[in-house]
């Protein structure tokens, strides 16, 4: 058999290897359960945001948890509210459910997020929030990994 030939017959072999494993991978599944719901259900427990946020906002963990790794999380606060100047370890990436949420990354130009606006921060980076009047606001926030609020100095 000529070079050629084998590295095309051990192309093929390992090709084929491959699609069977990741087809066995596909077919074990998984343990962890599918979930869906809103920020008004029922069995939500909401708890006080990190003590560097002003009193009237709440937090409640959706999946994951925030002290060991990635978690998903909607947060909630009350119209006219301010998140101060703040980073987190993790990048975020969020959608807001409720309300009009004005964000500004420093350096940046502000954003405001409506009812199904996605908006990404990087990790560390210093941003502050505003609800703003006309209702409260409930943001998705998933993380990367554990979560943290460090209040920024400028």
Same mark, same amino acid.
């Given at each position: 058999?000529?070079?050629?030939?084998?590295?095309?017959?051990?192309?093929?072999?390992?090709?084929?290897?491959?699609?069977?494993?990741?087809?066995?991978?596909?077919?074990?599944?998984?343990?962890?359960?599918?979930?869906?719901?809103?920020p008004?259900?029922?069995?939500?427990?909401?708890?006080?945001?990190?003590?560097?946020?002003?009193?009237?906002?709440? *937090? +409640?963990?959706?999946?994951?948890? #925030? $002290?060991?790794g990635?978690?998903?999380?909607f947060?909630?606060? &009350? =119209?006219?509210? @301010?998140?101060?100047?703040?980073?987190?370890?993790?990048?975020?990436?969020?959608?807001?459910?409720?309300?009009?949420?004005? *964000? +500004?990354?420093?350096?940046?130009? #502000? $954003?405001?997020?409506?009812?199904?606006?996605?908006?990404?921060? &990087? =990790?560390?980076? @210093?941003?502050?929030?505003?609800?703003?009047?006309?209702?409260?606001?409930?943001?998705?926030?998933?993380?990367?990994?554990?979560?943290?609020?460090?209040?920024?100095?400028?």
């Amino acid at each position: 058999m000529n070079k050629r030939i084998k590295i095309v017959s051990l192309s093929a072999v390992m090709l084929c290897c491959f699609a069977s494993s990741s087809t066995a991978v596909a077919q074990q599944g998984t343990a962890e359960q599918a979930i869906s719901g809103t920020p008004k259900d029922a069995q939500l427990k909401w708890s006080p945001c990190p003590a560097i946020f002003p009193k009237g906002c709440e *937090v +409640t963990v959706l999946r994951g948890n #925030p $002290a060991d790794g990635p978690s998903d999380v909607f947060l909630r606060t &009350p =119209a006219n509210y @301010k998140l101060p100047l703040h980073w987190h370890t993790s990048s975020e990436r969020m959608i807001l459910v409720a309300g009009e949420l004005h *964000v +500004t990354y420093e350096g940046q130009k #502000p $954003a405001v997020l409506r009812p199904g606006t996605y908006a990404y921060g &990087p =990790a560390k980076a @210093k941003h502050q929030a505003r609800c703003a009047n006309r209702g409260p606001c409930v943001l998705f926030i998933a993380f990367d990994s554990p979560i943290d609020a460090v209040l920024a100095t400028n």
